[in-house]
Structure formats: structure tokens, C-alpha cells
């Protein structure tokens, strides 16, 4: 589940693909994206999704199932998957074909400026529209429809997970440095100095991919404003400099100066650092729900999981969200294309979203529904089935991951910035010196 960073080779590429597509004038031949209820006979053909999910995943694998029973009615029809996990190769792949007007009739894309302006040349069908039609509005967590809508509210793609993001700590640890889960943001670099003090790593970080400390970027914002801040910096509406980048960048410094992350963290990779906490090396994670099976389980070690606990994101003084507001993707999101929207693409999407949730919360996962109830396994710890439960009681403001909503250019040279920051190589002004003017430069301001 991880996110890999866009490389910054593929950026004169997305950049021509941004520029076909401003080119192309949003040709819609005709596309209606409201008529979500088209007439005419189902005539079963091959569909195609493209998307970006790890092959053997529980998405891909339940879909797989559905297209099988759905072809059982249905002589002829296949669902033919173009996966690509690689995320910078599949953003690639993905802007590219929409330059050249060649998407098929599904496509996974997150919800950016990019796919905003294919959603206003009428490109793609309206979600909020079509889910109604359906009867299924109300059965998605307002939070997974939440996390896949524009800036305007408008809703274009379905949501086919829901994750928690949540601080793993090993209380043992803890409890022999003295220290408590933290109640504020502001309490991460007292705490880790007197975990590194007792010759433990504070927290273990993927900093090989690059996201997960640009998770750490994002925080301080979301608890001083919400989503607005993201929202206008995306635009050049504001700055790094701006109050809320500055709280932000001078908190990863203290990060930093604390030693809150592992040595040769920028190297770490994803398996690592996981590695680091599920041996006890490391006293703080922050991951996923996507993780219950080796946090939650008797997969962990036995050693380490009885002192095995969670905490949720800390807000600061003044905290302009709630304390169940943070980190609670629904993933990359499903769109349609409105060009190639038919009678078989709306049954068939109509099939699958009425079966998907049951057999998805099967695999021991959370729906993106609130219907169907996650099977928790047989050799689950009281964490696995607490965090599931946890998923009733999520607000609706969602931390957003900055990766999803930054220009690839920018979000690049973040991601580089972030990490000489946090070794110290950077201070936290001239941080914001060299983003405000990557950020002038790539989308103006």
C-alpha cells in the first residue's frame, strides 16, 4: 500500500501530457457525464480498467471474482486489467493516454488538478450522480467519498478501500523511557530524545520512498487549518512561508534535531522500517490499517505484540480539527469515462458496487461502505478488531496526503527538501525559500 514518490525523470513527459491536454480542448465527443442511466441494449464486449494496485491485492482480487460471476450472465463480457503499481510509470501511462484521448472505460486517478480538468471537459461521469441513481449513496462512509472529491465538493470517482492511519508504539519502551503517547504535536521532540536516550530508534521511517515523511509535512497544517491550507498551496494561493508551512518546516527540523528518525533513514526502505518496530528496535510507526495482518496478529512476534499499541494523530493548541479528524484515505479512486459510458459499462459497475463490499470486508479489510462487516481473523489481536471499530468514529475532515495533491514537480522537490531538512542539512528557512520559489515556478502564485 505503500506510495512511491514521482520521479522527477517522468516530469518533462507530464508536463508535454498536461500540455496535449490543455491542447485537445477536453473533446468529449458528445459525452454527457450526467446522463448516468443510458439507453439501449447490454451488449457484452471486453472493458478495461486501468489502474494502479499491487496485482495480488484484495481490490484486484475481488473485482477478478466479480467480473467472473458477472461473465457467467453475460457470455462475452471480460474485464481486462492494465495494472501498473509503479506509480510514477502509471501517472505516466495515465496522462499520456488522457492527452490523446485514449482512456478506456475505467481509470484509477486520485483527486488532482490534473483530473479536475478532465471532470470539466466532461470526460469522465458523475460518481455522485451515479451512486444515487444506484441506491448506494448512503451506504459509502461519508469519509471515503470525502477523500476522493475535488475542492469543490463535486464527487467523479469511486472509492474501493478505507484506511486509518494511526502511530504504532511499543509501550514497554515507552514505559522504561518514561514516556506517554503524545497529546500534542508539540510533544514528538521531547519524546523522542528520551527514547534515543535509552538507545532505541524513536520512530521508524520509510524515507526511501519519500512519502511517509512528507505525511510528517502535511501534519501541523491540517491541525492549524484543515484542508484549506493544501488546498490554496496546491494553487499558489499561498506559500510555504505562509504561517502554517512555516509551523510545519520548523517542526521537521526539531524532528530532526531530536533524532526522532533511525540513522540512514533517506535509505530505509518500506520493509525495513517496518522491520525496525516489529523487532522492537524502534518504538513508534506510523502506518496503516493496511498493516492490521502483521500489527494485529500472531503473524508478530510474540515478544513485541503483547506490548504492541496505537495512537492517533495528536492535535496542537488551538487545533482546528477534532481529535477523530486525520489520516483516512480511501485510496486511489475509480473514474469512468464518460466517452465510452454505456448500458454494459452502468450494469456491470452497478453488479459490481452492489457485490464488492461484502466480499472485499471478507479478506479481513475495511469497505468503504458501512454495511458490510470486516471478517477479523481467527489469530487477531484485540487491536485488530479495536482499530476496525474505530472506522465508525472518523470525522469528516481528512488529513490529505500532500503526495495526492502537490504538482508532480513540486510534491519532487518537496520530497527532496523534507529529507535534508530533517538531517539537518537545510534549516527550516531556507526550506521555505527554496519551495516558495519551486512553487512560483510551477504553477505561479
Not at 500540455?19 to 446522463?35: E, H, I
Not at 467480473?67 to 462475452?76: C, I, L, V
Not at 472518523?394 to 500532500?402: E, F, H, L, Q, T
Request: some cysteine.
Amino acid at each position: 500500500m505503500t506510495r512511491t514518490h514521482r520521479a522527477t525523470k517522468f516530469l518533462p513527459i507530464l508536463a508535454a501530457a498536461a500540455l496535449a491536454l490543455s491542447s485537445c480542448g477536453g473533446s468529449s465527443a458528445g459525452a454527457d457525464p450526467t446522463d448516468i442511466n443510458p439507453t439501449g441494449e447490454i451488449e457484452a464486449r471486453e472493458i478495461s480498467w486501468l489502474l494502479s494496485r499491487p496485482a495480488d491485492g484484495g481490490v484486484i482480487k475481488t473485482m477478478e471474482q466479480i467480473a467472473d460471476e458477472y461473465a457467467k450472465d453475460h457470455p462475452g463480457f471480460s474485464l481486462n486489467l492494465i495494472t501498473t503499481p509503479d506509480r510514477p510509470s502509471y501517472i505516466q501511462k495515465y496522462e499520456t493516454l488522457a492527452a490523446a484521448n485514449k482512456l478506456p472505460e475505467l481509470f484509477d486517478t486520485d483527486a488532482t488538478p490534473f483530473a479536475q480538468k478532465l471532470a470539466g471537459q466532461d470526460r469522465m461521469v458523475d460518481v455522485d450522480l451515479l451512486l444515487k441513481d444506484l441506491g448506494l449513496n448512503d451506504e459509502y462512509r461519508e469519509a471515503a467519498l470525502n477523500y476522493q472529491r475535488f475542492d469543490d465538493g463535486s464527487l467523479y470517482m469511486v472509492p474501493f478501500e478505507f484506511q486509518l492511519e494511526f502511530f504504532w508504539f511499543n509501550k514497554d519502551i515507552f514505559k522504561s523511557a518514561g514516556v506517554e503517547a503524545p497529546k500534542s504535536l508539540d510533544d514528538f521532540p521531547a519524546m523522542c530524545k528520551a527514547l534515543k536516550a535509552k538507545g532505541v530508534n524513536p520512530i521508524a521511517l520509510d524515507g526511501q520512498d519519500q512519502w511517509p515523511l512528507e505525511r510528517y509535512m502535511s501534519y501541523y497544517p491540517f491541525r492549524k487549518t484543515g484542508s484549506e491550507y493544501v488546498q490554496k498551496l496546491k494553487t499558489g494561493e499561498a506559500k510555504f512561508s505562509d504561517p502554517e508551512g512555516k509551523a510545519a518546516a520548523e517542526w521537521l527540523q526539531s524532528l530532526g534535531e531530536a533524532g526522532c528518525f533511525q540513522k540512514g533513514f533517506s535509505s530505509t526502505g518500506y520493509a525495513d522500517a517496518q522491520a525496525l518496530f516489529t523487532s522492537g528496535k524502534a518504538a513508534v510507526y506510523n502506518t496503516g490499517t493496511w498493516e492490521l495482518s502483521n500489527l494485529a496478529t500472531e503473524t508478530l512476534d510474540a515478544d513485541v505484540r503483547k506490548d504492541v499499541d496505537y495512537f492517533t494523530l495528536p492535535t496542537i493548541d488551538g487545533s482546528a480539527t477534532a481529535d477523530n479528524e486525520y489520516v483516512t484515505p480511501s485510496g486511489i479512486g475509480m473514474a469512468v469515462n464518460a466517452q465510452t459510458y454505456d448500458p454494459l459499462v452502468r450494469d456491470f459497475l452497478a453488479f459490481a458496487l452492489e457485490r464488492y463490499p461484502e466480499l472485499y470486508a471478507s479478506t479481513g479489510a475495511l469497505s468503504p461502505t458501512t454495511g458490510a462487516k470486516t471478517t477479523v481473523p481467527k489469530k487477531a489481536t484485540k487491536l485488530y478488531d479495536r482499530a476496525i471499530k474505530q472506522a465508525n468514529d472518523v470525522g469528516s475532515n481528512i488529513a490529505m496526503p500532500w503526495d495526492t495533491q502537490l504538482d508532480p514537480a513540486t510534491n519532487t522537490r518537496l520530497q527532496q527538501e523534507l529529507t535534508l531538512l530533517v538531517q539537518g542539512d537545510i534549516t527550516a528557512d531556507e526550506f521555505v525559500i527554496t519551495m516558495d520559489a519551486t512553487l512560483k515556478e510551477n504553477v505561479g502564485g
